[in-house]
Protein backbone atom coordinates (compact mmCIF):
# COMPACT_ATOMS: atom_id res chain seq x y z
CA UNK A 1 0.00 0.00 0.00
CA UNK A 2 1.51 3.54 -0.90
CA UNK A 3 0.61 6.61 1.52
CA UNK A 4 -0.86 9.58 0.38
CA UNK A 5 1.61 12.48 -1.59
CA UNK A 6 4.17 10.30 -2.28
CA UNK A 7 3.53 10.14 -6.18
CA UNK A 8 2.35 12.29 -8.85
CA UNK A 9 -0.43 12.28 -10.87
CA UNK A 10 -3.56 10.16 -9.52
CA UNK A 11 -1.84 8.45 -6.46
CA UNK A 12 -1.41 12.30 -4.60
CA UNK A 13 -4.06 12.34 -2.68
CA UNK A 14 -5.52 8.74 -2.94
CA UNK A 15 -4.26 5.10 -1.09
CA UNK A 16 -3.14 3.31 -3.79
CA UNK A 17 -3.70 -0.74 -3.25
CA UNK A 18 -1.94 -3.43 -5.40
CA UNK A 19 -4.01 -6.24 -6.37
CA UNK A 20 -3.52 -8.57 -3.68
CA UNK A 21 -4.16 -6.33 -0.64
CA UNK A 22 -7.73 -4.67 -2.31
CA UNK A 23 -8.43 -8.73 -2.93
CA UNK A 24 -7.56 -9.95 0.57
CA UNK A 25 -9.78 -6.84 1.97
CA UNK A 26 -12.70 -7.87 -0.22
CA UNK A 27 -12.00 -11.46 1.11
CA UNK A 28 -11.93 -10.08 4.93
CA UNK A 29 -15.46 -8.36 3.98
CA UNK A 30 -17.06 -10.73 3.06
CA UNK A 31 -16.00 -13.08 5.82
CA UNK A 32 -17.00 -10.58 8.17
CA UNK A 33 -20.83 -10.63 6.05
CA UNK A 34 -20.93 -14.32 5.73
CA UNK A 35 -19.20 -15.70 8.79
CA UNK A 36 -20.51 -19.40 8.89
CA UNK A 37 -22.57 -21.57 6.65
CA UNK A 38 -25.19 -20.26 4.77
CA UNK A 39 -27.84 -22.63 2.66
CA UNK A 40 -28.97 -21.53 -0.92
CA UNK A 41 -31.32 -22.61 -3.33
CA UNK A 42 -31.09 -22.26 -7.17
CA UNK A 43 -30.32 -24.38 -9.99
CA UNK A 44 -27.47 -26.34 -11.53
CA UNK A 45 -26.29 -25.57 -14.69
CA UNK A 46 -22.27 -26.10 -16.65
CA UNK A 47 -21.89 -28.89 -14.18
CA UNK A 48 -18.51 -30.34 -14.75
CA UNK A 49 -16.28 -33.03 -12.64
CA UNK A 50 -12.64 -33.10 -12.86
CA UNK A 51 -10.73 -35.93 -13.51
CA UNK A 52 -9.10 -37.66 -11.64
CA UNK A 53 -9.29 -35.25 -8.64
CA UNK A 54 -13.38 -35.71 -8.68
CA UNK A 55 -14.32 -31.98 -7.60
CA UNK A 56 -17.65 -30.91 -8.99
CA UNK A 57 -17.89 -27.46 -10.77
CA UNK A 58 -20.93 -25.37 -11.67
CA UNK A 59 -22.89 -22.76 -11.89
CA UNK A 60 -25.99 -21.94 -9.07
CA UNK A 61 -28.48 -19.72 -10.98
CA UNK A 62 -31.86 -18.07 -10.39
CA UNK A 63 -33.89 -15.96 -13.25
CA UNK A 64 -32.22 -12.89 -12.27
CA UNK A 65 -28.85 -14.11 -10.87
CA UNK A 66 -25.57 -16.29 -10.87
CA UNK A 67 -22.74 -17.52 -8.62
CA UNK A 68 -19.84 -20.01 -8.99
CA UNK A 69 -19.74 -22.97 -6.97
CA UNK A 70 -17.65 -25.68 -6.26
CA UNK A 71 -17.99 -29.15 -4.28
CA UNK A 72 -14.63 -30.85 -3.21
CA UNK A 73 -14.44 -34.55 -3.51
CA UNK A 74 -14.47 -35.20 0.48
CA UNK A 75 -17.88 -33.51 0.28
CA UNK A 76 -19.13 -35.14 -2.59
CA UNK A 77 -18.49 -38.04 -1.66
CA UNK A 78 -21.64 -38.11 0.60
CA UNK A 79 -24.48 -37.00 -2.52
CA UNK A 80 -26.87 -39.57 -2.88
CA UNK A 81 -27.35 -38.63 -6.21
CA UNK A 82 -25.68 -36.86 -9.75
CA UNK A 83 -25.60 -33.40 -9.77
CA UNK A 84 -26.96 -32.66 -13.42
CA UNK A 85 -27.82 -29.99 -15.48
CA UNK A 86 -30.97 -28.18 -14.49
CA UNK A 87 -31.64 -30.02 -11.12
CA UNK A 88 -32.72 -27.63 -8.43
CA UNK A 89 -31.09 -27.99 -5.45
CA UNK A 90 -30.93 -26.66 -1.86
CA UNK A 91 -27.22 -26.18 -1.05
CA UNK A 92 -25.17 -25.95 1.98
CA UNK A 93 -21.72 -23.85 1.90
CA UNK A 94 -19.71 -20.74 2.94
CA UNK A 95 -18.83 -17.86 0.36
CA UNK A 96 -15.43 -17.47 -0.87
CA UNK A 97 -12.96 -14.92 -2.50
CA UNK A 98 -11.14 -17.12 -5.11
CA UNK A 99 -8.51 -14.34 -5.52
CA UNK A 100 -6.26 -16.18 -8.66
CA UNK A 101 -9.38 -15.87 -10.70
CA UNK A 102 -11.08 -12.59 -8.81
CA UNK A 103 -14.17 -14.52 -8.68
CA UNK A 104 -16.76 -15.11 -5.97
CA UNK A 105 -18.18 -18.53 -5.36
CA UNK A 106 -19.72 -20.56 -3.07
CA UNK A 107 -18.33 -23.69 -1.34
CA UNK A 108 -20.82 -26.37 -1.18
CA UNK A 109 -20.00 -28.97 1.92
CA UNK A 110 -23.90 -30.78 1.36
CA UNK A 111 -26.61 -30.52 -1.55
CA UNK A 112 -29.73 -32.24 -2.12
CA UNK A 113 -32.85 -31.54 -4.41
CA UNK A 114 -34.90 -29.19 -3.69
CA UNK A 115 -38.57 -29.11 -5.10
CA UNK A 116 -39.10 -29.92 -8.62
CA UNK A 117 -35.53 -31.45 -8.43
CA UNK A 118 -36.42 -33.72 -6.29
CA UNK A 119 -39.23 -34.75 -8.90
CA UNK A 120 -37.19 -34.97 -11.87
CA UNK A 121 -34.57 -36.92 -9.94
CA UNK A 122 -36.26 -39.48 -9.55
CA UNK A 123 -38.37 -39.91 -12.37
CA UNK A 124 -34.83 -40.11 -14.11
CA UNK A 125 -33.88 -43.14 -11.51
CA UNK A 126 -37.20 -45.09 -12.19
CA UNK A 127 -37.27 -44.38 -15.40
CA UNK A 128 -33.49 -45.73 -15.91
CA UNK A 129 -34.14 -49.01 -13.84
CA UNK A 130 -37.42 -49.56 -15.86
CA UNK A 131 -35.89 -49.19 -19.25
CA UNK A 132 -33.04 -51.43 -18.50
CA UNK A 133 -35.57 -54.17 -17.87
CA UNK A 134 -37.72 -53.39 -21.15
CA UNK A 135 -40.79 -52.44 -19.08
CA UNK A 136 -40.80 -49.41 -21.31
CA UNK A 137 -41.01 -50.67 -24.93
CA UNK A 138 -44.18 -50.19 -26.92
CA UNK A 139 -44.58 -54.01 -28.25
CA UNK A 140 -45.14 -54.50 -24.26
CA UNK A 141 -48.17 -52.44 -23.86
CA UNK A 142 -51.48 -54.03 -23.80
CA UNK A 143 -54.46 -53.24 -26.26
CA UNK A 144 -57.99 -51.89 -24.26
CA UNK A 145 -60.84 -54.44 -24.69
CA UNK A 146 -63.20 -53.06 -27.34
CA UNK A 147 -66.05 -54.15 -24.99
CA UNK A 148 -65.58 -54.07 -21.93
CA UNK A 149 -67.61 -56.32 -19.05
CA UNK A 150 -66.86 -54.03 -15.94
CA UNK A 151 -64.35 -51.16 -15.38
CA UNK A 152 -62.46 -50.41 -12.35
CA UNK A 153 -61.69 -46.59 -10.91
CA UNK A 154 -59.58 -46.07 -8.92
CA UNK A 155 -59.68 -42.40 -7.45
CA UNK A 156 -60.33 -40.35 -4.73
CA UNK A 157 -64.22 -40.86 -3.67
CA UNK A 158 -63.50 -36.70 -2.61
CA UNK A 159 -62.37 -35.72 -5.77
CA UNK A 160 -63.67 -33.94 -8.84
CA UNK A 161 -62.14 -37.06 -11.08
CA UNK A 162 -64.64 -39.50 -10.31
CA UNK A 163 -67.88 -37.62 -11.06
CA UNK A 164 -66.47 -36.42 -14.43
CA UNK A 165 -65.65 -39.79 -15.10
CA UNK A 166 -68.83 -41.33 -14.28
CA UNK A 167 -70.73 -38.78 -15.98
CA UNK A 168 -68.91 -39.70 -19.49
CA UNK A 169 -69.27 -43.17 -18.71
CA UNK A 170 -73.48 -42.81 -17.84
CA UNK A 171 -73.46 -40.86 -21.39
CA UNK A 172 -71.83 -42.98 -23.35
CA UNK A 173 -73.06 -46.25 -21.86
CA UNK A 174 -74.53 -46.97 -18.76
CA UNK A 175 -74.71 -50.93 -19.44
CA UNK A 176 -71.33 -51.24 -18.31
CA UNK A 177 -71.03 -51.59 -14.57
CA UNK A 178 -68.32 -49.45 -13.09
CA UNK A 179 -66.99 -50.60 -9.36
CA UNK A 180 -64.78 -47.66 -7.59
CA UNK A 181 -61.66 -48.47 -5.38
CA UNK A 182 -61.51 -45.61 -3.63
CA UNK A 183 -57.31 -44.76 -2.41
CA UNK A 184 -55.68 -41.55 -1.84
CA UNK A 185 -54.48 -39.73 -5.48
CA UNK A 186 -51.64 -37.70 -3.86
CA UNK A 187 -49.40 -37.42 -0.41
CA UNK A 188 -47.47 -39.88 1.05
CA UNK A 189 -50.58 -42.14 1.23
CA UNK A 190 -51.10 -42.47 -2.37
CA UNK A 191 -49.04 -44.66 -3.38
CA UNK A 192 -49.28 -47.46 -1.19
CA UNK A 193 -53.42 -47.12 -1.06
CA UNK A 194 -52.88 -47.30 -4.70
CA UNK A 195 -50.84 -50.50 -4.91
CA UNK A 196 -53.57 -52.14 -2.50
CA UNK A 197 -56.22 -51.03 -4.96
CA UNK A 198 -54.34 -52.94 -7.85
CA UNK A 199 -54.16 -55.93 -5.96
CA UNK A 200 -57.65 -56.32 -5.26
CA UNK A 201 -58.53 -56.19 -9.06
CA UNK A 202 -57.37 -59.77 -9.96
CA UNK A 203 -59.91 -60.75 -7.25
CA UNK A 204 -62.98 -58.94 -8.37
CA UNK A 205 -65.19 -61.34 -10.99
CA UNK A 206 -65.36 -59.70 -14.85
CA UNK A 207 -62.91 -56.67 -14.22
CA UNK A 208 -61.56 -56.08 -18.06
CA UNK A 209 -60.14 -52.54 -17.34
CA UNK A 210 -58.68 -50.53 -14.25
CA UNK A 211 -58.42 -46.53 -14.81
CA UNK A 212 -56.08 -44.57 -12.27
CA UNK A 213 -57.84 -40.62 -12.55
CA UNK A 214 -57.09 -37.81 -10.23
CA UNK A 215 -58.13 -34.39 -10.78
CA UNK A 216 -55.27 -31.37 -11.64
CA UNK A 217 -52.68 -30.57 -9.27
CA UNK A 218 -49.23 -28.97 -8.79
CA UNK A 219 -46.52 -30.32 -10.27
CA UNK A 220 -45.08 -31.50 -6.77
CA UNK A 221 -48.42 -33.33 -5.96
CA UNK A 222 -47.18 -36.17 -8.59
CA UNK A 223 -44.00 -37.35 -6.40
CA UNK A 224 -45.66 -40.51 -5.35
CA UNK A 225 -46.76 -41.32 -8.71
CA UNK A 226 -42.81 -41.76 -9.75
CA UNK A 227 -42.08 -44.40 -7.08
CA UNK A 228 -40.74 -47.79 -8.23
CA UNK A 229 -43.20 -50.04 -6.51
CA UNK A 230 -46.19 -48.43 -8.06
CA UNK A 231 -44.92 -48.61 -10.98
CA UNK A 232 -44.41 -52.60 -10.72
CA UNK A 233 -47.90 -53.08 -9.24
CA UNK A 234 -49.10 -51.52 -12.79
CA UNK A 235 -46.94 -53.88 -14.09
CA UNK A 236 -48.46 -56.38 -12.53
CA UNK A 237 -51.74 -56.06 -13.26
CA UNK A 238 -53.70 -58.66 -14.56
CA UNK A 239 -56.08 -56.75 -17.23
CA UNK A 240 -55.02 -53.21 -18.89
CA UNK A 241 -54.86 -50.09 -17.12
CA UNK A 242 -55.19 -46.32 -18.32
CA UNK A 243 -53.52 -43.29 -16.25
CA UNK A 244 -55.80 -40.16 -16.25
CA UNK A 245 -53.47 -38.34 -13.56
CA UNK A 246 -54.72 -34.91 -14.72
CA UNK A 247 -51.56 -33.20 -16.43
CA UNK A 248 -51.33 -32.63 -20.09
CA UNK A 249 -47.33 -31.63 -19.67
CA UNK A 250 -45.71 -33.25 -16.55
CA UNK A 251 -45.51 -36.98 -17.67
CA UNK A 252 -44.69 -39.96 -14.63
CA UNK A 253 -43.60 -43.40 -14.65
CA UNK A 254 -46.80 -44.32 -13.70
CA UNK A 255 -47.60 -42.75 -17.06
CA UNK A 256 -44.89 -44.66 -18.79
CA UNK A 257 -45.40 -48.15 -17.68
CA UNK A 258 -49.40 -47.52 -18.22
CA UNK A 259 -51.31 -49.70 -21.08
CA UNK A 260 -52.72 -46.19 -22.27
CA UNK A 261 -51.98 -42.41 -20.84
CA UNK A 262 -54.80 -39.54 -21.32
CA UNK A 263 -54.58 -36.30 -19.75
CA UNK A 264 -58.01 -36.37 -18.28
CA UNK A 265 -60.18 -38.50 -16.73
CA UNK A 266 -63.55 -37.34 -18.92
CA UNK A 267 -60.68 -37.82 -21.76
CA UNK A 268 -60.55 -41.65 -20.12
CA UNK A 269 -63.95 -42.19 -20.22
CA UNK A 270 -64.04 -41.69 -23.39
CA UNK A 271 -61.61 -43.80 -24.78
CA UNK A 272 -62.69 -46.70 -21.97
CA UNK A 273 -66.65 -46.96 -22.78
CA UNK A 274 -67.73 -47.26 -27.07
CA UNK A 275 -70.60 -45.53 -27.90
CA UNK A 276 -73.95 -47.35 -26.93
CA UNK A 277 -75.86 -45.33 -29.45
CA UNK A 278 -73.69 -45.35 -32.28
CA UNK A 279 -73.03 -48.87 -31.66
CA UNK A 280 -77.01 -49.52 -32.03
CA UNK A 281 -76.66 -47.20 -35.17
CA UNK A 282 -74.09 -49.43 -36.58
CA UNK A 283 -76.19 -52.82 -35.57
CA UNK A 284 -79.43 -51.08 -37.49
CA UNK A 285 -77.82 -49.85 -40.52
CA UNK A 286 -75.94 -53.98 -40.54
CA UNK A 287 -79.04 -55.42 -39.75
CA UNK A 288 -80.73 -53.52 -42.83
CA UNK A 289 -77.75 -54.27 -44.74
CA UNK A 290 -77.74 -58.07 -44.05
CA UNK A 291 -81.53 -57.75 -44.38
CA UNK A 292 -80.99 -56.74 -48.07
CA UNK A 293 -78.16 -58.95 -49.22
CA UNK A 294 -80.50 -61.83 -47.30
CA UNK A 295 -83.05 -60.95 -49.72
CA UNK A 296 -81.20 -60.47 -52.83
CA UNK A 297 -79.34 -64.11 -51.82
CA UNK A 298 -82.23 -65.65 -52.03
CA UNK A 299 -83.82 -64.15 -54.62
CA UNK A 300 -80.72 -65.26 -56.79
CA UNK A 301 -80.70 -68.76 -55.08
CA UNK A 302 -84.91 -69.32 -56.29
CA UNK A 303 -83.41 -67.98 -59.57
CA UNK A 304 -80.68 -70.71 -59.46
CA UNK A 305 -83.05 -73.39 -58.33
CA UNK A 306 -85.25 -73.19 -60.96
CA UNK A 307 -82.89 -73.31 -63.47
CA UNK A 308 -81.16 -76.40 -61.67
CA UNK A 309 -85.28 -77.97 -61.68
CA UNK A 310 -85.30 -77.07 -65.54
CA UNK A 311 -82.19 -78.77 -66.12
CA UNK A 312 -82.53 -81.62 -64.10
CA UNK A 313 -85.69 -82.30 -65.37
CA UNK A 314 -84.08 -82.08 -68.86
CA UNK A 315 -81.22 -84.26 -67.62
CA UNK A 316 -83.58 -86.76 -66.24
CA UNK A 317 -85.52 -87.21 -69.16
CA UNK A 318 -82.43 -87.76 -71.23
CA UNK A 319 -81.41 -89.92 -68.31
CA UNK A 320 -84.48 -92.28 -69.15
CA UNK A 321 -83.90 -92.04 -72.58
CA UNK A 322 -80.12 -93.17 -72.54
CA UNK A 323 -81.40 -95.96 -70.13
CA UNK A 324 -83.90 -96.97 -72.48
CA UNK A 325 -81.59 -97.15 -75.50
CA UNK A 326 -78.93 -98.81 -72.85
CA UNK A 327 -81.46 -101.49 -72.48
CA UNK A 328 -82.81 -102.09 -75.62
CA UNK A 329 -79.03 -102.56 -76.90
CA UNK A 330 -79.18 -104.64 -74.06
CA UNK A 331 -81.60 -106.93 -75.17
CA UNK A 332 -80.23 -106.53 -79.00
CA UNK A 333 -76.74 -107.27 -77.03
CA UNK A 334 -77.99 -110.32 -75.46
CA UNK A 335 -80.30 -111.47 -77.94
CA UNK A 336 -76.99 -111.63 -80.62
CA UNK A 337 -74.97 -113.32 -78.06
CA UNK A 338 -77.38 -115.99 -77.84
CA UNK A 339 -78.43 -116.10 -81.80
CA UNK A 340 -74.34 -116.45 -81.96
CA UNK A 341 -74.07 -118.80 -79.37
CA UNK A 342 -76.69 -121.15 -81.40
CA UNK A 343 -75.53 -120.91 -84.52
CA UNK A 344 -72.30 -121.63 -83.60
CA UNK A 345 -73.49 -124.53 -81.52
CA UNK A 346 -74.84 -126.00 -85.02
CA UNK A 347 -71.99 -125.15 -86.83
CA UNK A 348 -70.06 -127.43 -84.42
CA UNK A 349 -72.29 -130.14 -84.18
CA UNK A 350 -72.69 -130.18 -87.88
CA UNK A 351 -68.66 -130.07 -87.99
CA UNK A 352 -67.80 -133.38 -85.48
CA UNK A 353 -68.56 -134.74 -88.54
CA UNK A 354 -66.40 -133.20 -90.35
CA UNK A 355 -63.50 -133.33 -88.39
CA UNK A 356 -64.00 -136.91 -88.18
CA UNK A 357 -63.80 -137.81 -91.61
CA UNK A 358 -60.29 -136.36 -92.99
CA UNK A 359 -59.23 -139.78 -90.84
CA UNK A 360 -61.63 -142.05 -92.66
CA UNK A 361 -60.87 -140.21 -95.86
CA UNK A 362 -56.85 -140.27 -94.78
CA UNK A 363 -57.22 -143.75 -93.79
CA UNK A 364 -58.87 -144.56 -97.31
CA UNK A 365 -56.10 -142.38 -98.84
CA UNK A 366 -53.34 -144.45 -97.23
CA UNK A 367 -54.85 -147.70 -98.52
CA UNK A 368 -55.01 -146.55 -102.23
CA UNK A 369 -51.76 -145.31 -101.32
CA UNK A 370 -50.53 -148.72 -100.43
CA UNK A 371 -52.54 -150.31 -103.39
CA UNK A 372 -50.54 -147.98 -105.05
CA UNK A 373 -47.19 -149.03 -104.09
CA UNK A 374 -47.78 -152.60 -104.66
CA UNK A 375 -48.89 -152.37 -107.80
CA UNK A 376 -46.29 -150.08 -109.02
CA UNK A 377 -43.96 -152.73 -107.11
CA UNK A 378 -45.48 -154.88 -109.38
CA UNK A 379 -44.92 -153.34 -112.54
CA UNK A 380 -41.38 -152.44 -111.16
CA UNK A 381 -40.67 -155.91 -110.60
CA UNK A 382 -42.64 -157.10 -113.94
CA UNK A 383 -40.52 -154.42 -115.79
CA UNK A 384 -36.79 -155.52 -114.12
CA UNK A 385 -38.08 -158.87 -114.82
CA UNK A 386 -38.34 -158.54 -118.21
CA UNK A 387 -35.25 -155.92 -118.89
CA UNK A 388 -33.19 -158.50 -117.18
CA UNK A 389 -34.92 -161.18 -119.44
CA UNK A 390 -34.09 -158.77 -122.41
CA UNK A 391 -31.13 -158.21 -120.92
CA UNK A 392 -30.01 -161.92 -120.82
CA UNK A 393 -31.73 -162.79 -124.12
CA UNK A 394 -30.43 -159.97 -126.59
CA UNK A 395 -27.83 -158.42 -124.29
CA UNK A 396 -29.24 -154.96 -124.94
CA UNK A 397 -29.23 -152.09 -121.96
CA UNK A 398 -32.21 -151.14 -120.18
CA UNK A 399 -34.29 -148.61 -121.11
CA UNK A 400 -34.49 -146.23 -118.07
CA UNK A 401 -38.23 -144.59 -119.19
CA UNK A 402 -39.53 -146.85 -117.47
CA UNK A 403 -37.95 -146.08 -113.95
CA UNK A 404 -38.56 -142.54 -114.82
CA UNK A 405 -42.30 -143.00 -114.89
CA UNK A 406 -41.77 -145.24 -111.85
CA UNK A 407 -40.06 -142.27 -109.91
CA UNK A 408 -42.76 -139.16 -111.38
CA UNK A 409 -45.20 -141.41 -109.94
CA UNK A 410 -43.87 -142.05 -106.24
CA UNK A 411 -43.29 -138.48 -106.45
CA UNK A 412 -47.34 -137.76 -107.18
CA UNK A 413 -48.15 -140.01 -104.33
CA UNK A 414 -45.22 -138.41 -101.75
CA UNK A 415 -47.30 -134.80 -102.69
CA UNK A 416 -50.76 -136.22 -102.20
CA UNK A 417 -49.86 -137.55 -98.74
CA UNK A 418 -48.27 -134.32 -97.71
CA UNK A 419 -51.61 -132.44 -98.69
CA UNK A 420 -53.59 -135.14 -97.33
CA UNK A 421 -51.45 -134.41 -93.31
CA UNK A 422 -51.44 -131.08 -94.07
CA UNK A 423 -55.42 -130.74 -94.18
CA UNK A 424 -55.94 -132.90 -91.84
CA UNK A 425 -53.81 -130.72 -89.27
CA UNK A 426 -55.64 -127.86 -90.21
CA UNK A 427 -58.83 -129.14 -89.46
CA UNK A 428 -57.98 -130.70 -86.19
CA UNK A 429 -56.84 -126.85 -85.19
CA UNK A 430 -59.91 -125.03 -86.10
CA UNK A 431 -61.70 -127.77 -84.47
CA UNK A 432 -59.82 -127.04 -80.96
CA UNK A 433 -60.24 -123.35 -81.43
CA UNK A 434 -63.79 -123.95 -81.58
CA UNK A 435 -63.98 -126.35 -78.96
CA UNK A 436 -61.71 -123.65 -76.69
CA UNK A 437 -64.51 -121.19 -77.31
CA UNK A 438 -67.32 -123.34 -76.03
CA UNK A 439 -65.77 -124.08 -72.73
CA UNK A 440 -65.37 -120.16 -72.43
CA UNK A 441 -68.80 -119.65 -73.56
CA UNK A 442 -69.85 -122.92 -71.19
CA UNK A 443 -67.85 -122.02 -68.56
CA UNK A 444 -68.98 -118.39 -68.28
CA UNK A 445 -72.96 -119.92 -68.40
CA UNK A 446 -72.46 -122.10 -65.34
CA UNK A 447 -74.61 -120.63 -62.94
CA UNK A 448 -72.69 -121.58 -60.29
CA UNK A 449 -69.47 -118.87 -61.23
CA UNK A 450 -70.54 -115.96 -59.17
CA UNK A 451 -70.48 -118.13 -55.49
CA UNK A 452 -66.84 -117.63 -56.38
CA UNK A 453 -67.61 -113.39 -55.89
CA UNK A 454 -69.40 -113.99 -52.78
CA UNK A 455 -73.03 -114.62 -54.45
CA UNK A 456 -75.48 -116.91 -52.51
CA UNK A 457 -78.17 -119.34 -54.12
CA UNK A 458 -81.20 -119.55 -52.65
CA UNK A 459 -82.52 -123.48 -52.70
CA UNK A 460 -86.02 -124.09 -51.74
CA UNK A 461 -86.79 -126.93 -49.53
CA UNK A 462 -88.09 -129.87 -51.38
CA UNK A 463 -86.35 -129.84 -54.28
CA UNK A 464 -88.42 -127.20 -55.43
CA UNK A 465 -85.59 -125.59 -57.06
CA UNK A 466 -84.12 -121.80 -56.77
CA UNK A 467 -85.53 -118.95 -55.13
CA UNK A 468 -86.44 -116.02 -57.66
CA UNK A 469 -88.57 -114.03 -59.55
CA UNK A 470 -90.31 -116.51 -61.46
CA UNK A 471 -90.32 -119.03 -58.19
CA UNK A 472 -91.36 -116.88 -55.22
CA UNK A 473 -91.29 -118.57 -51.63
CA UNK A 474 -93.86 -118.26 -49.53
CA UNK A 475 -93.20 -116.00 -46.02
CA UNK A 476 -92.62 -118.56 -43.06
CA UNK A 477 -90.30 -120.79 -45.51
CA UNK A 478 -87.14 -121.83 -45.07
CA UNK A 479 -84.66 -121.33 -47.72
CA UNK A 480 -80.96 -122.45 -47.97
CA UNK A 481 -78.71 -120.16 -48.69
CA UNK A 482 -75.57 -121.72 -50.06
CA UNK A 483 -72.07 -119.77 -51.36
CA UNK A 484 -68.95 -121.67 -52.17
CA UNK A 485 -67.27 -123.27 -48.46
CA UNK A 486 -70.24 -121.92 -46.97
CA UNK A 487 -74.11 -122.87 -46.82
CA UNK A 488 -76.72 -120.68 -44.25
CA UNK A 489 -80.27 -121.92 -42.97
CA UNK A 490 -82.72 -118.61 -43.62
CA UNK A 491 -86.52 -117.79 -42.75
CA UNK A 492 -88.50 -115.84 -44.80
CA UNK A 493 -90.12 -112.99 -43.40
CA UNK A 494 -91.58 -111.13 -46.59
CA UNK A 495 -91.21 -111.24 -50.14
CA UNK A 496 -90.93 -107.45 -51.45
CA UNK A 497 -90.81 -106.99 -55.35
CA UNK A 498 -88.13 -104.54 -56.21
CA UNK A 499 -90.55 -103.12 -58.89
CA UNK A 500 -93.39 -103.44 -56.55
CA UNK A 501 -94.70 -100.01 -54.48
CA UNK A 502 -94.86 -100.09 -50.74
CA UNK A 503 -96.45 -97.13 -48.66
CA UNK A 504 -95.50 -96.22 -45.28
CA UNK A 505 -93.67 -99.27 -43.20
CA UNK A 506 -96.65 -101.70 -44.31
CA UNK A 507 -94.91 -104.93 -46.04
CA UNK A 508 -96.62 -106.60 -48.57
CA UNK A 509 -97.40 -110.66 -48.59
CA UNK A 510 -96.76 -111.61 -51.50
CA UNK A 511 -98.77 -115.46 -51.60
Known amino acids: MTEEGTGGGLAKSVTVYTVSELAGTIRMGMDRIFPGLLV????????????????????LKDSAASLRGVMFRSASRSLPFVPVDGLKVLLRGRISYYEPRGEIQIVAEAMEPAGLGLFHLEFRRVREILSRE???????????????????????????????????????????????LPARMQGSEAAPEIIRALSLVGTLPGIDLVVIARGGGSAEDLWSYNREDLARAILASPVPVVTAIGHEVDVTVADLVADLRVATPTEAAKKVFFDAQSLLGIVARSRKRLSELIVGRKEREAARLLAFRIATGTLSRRLSQAHLGVVRAQDRMTAGVREGLTKRGGQIASRRSAIIHPYRRLAGLLGAVAGQREALVRIVRDLLGKAR????????????????????????IS??????????????????????LLAVLLRESDPERPLDRGFFILERE??????????????????????????????VDAVVPLNGRIDGNEEREVP
Open 40 to 59: VEGELSNVKRSQPAGHYYFT
Open 462 to 491: GDRGLASASNLPERGERLRARSRGLAMDLK
Open 389 to 412: LDQALWTRPLYREDLIAAGARRLE
Open 415 to 436: RRRFGIVSGVRHALGAARERQS
Open 134 to 180: GLLSPERKRPLPPMPRKVALITSPQGAAIWDFLRIGDQQNRLIPIVV
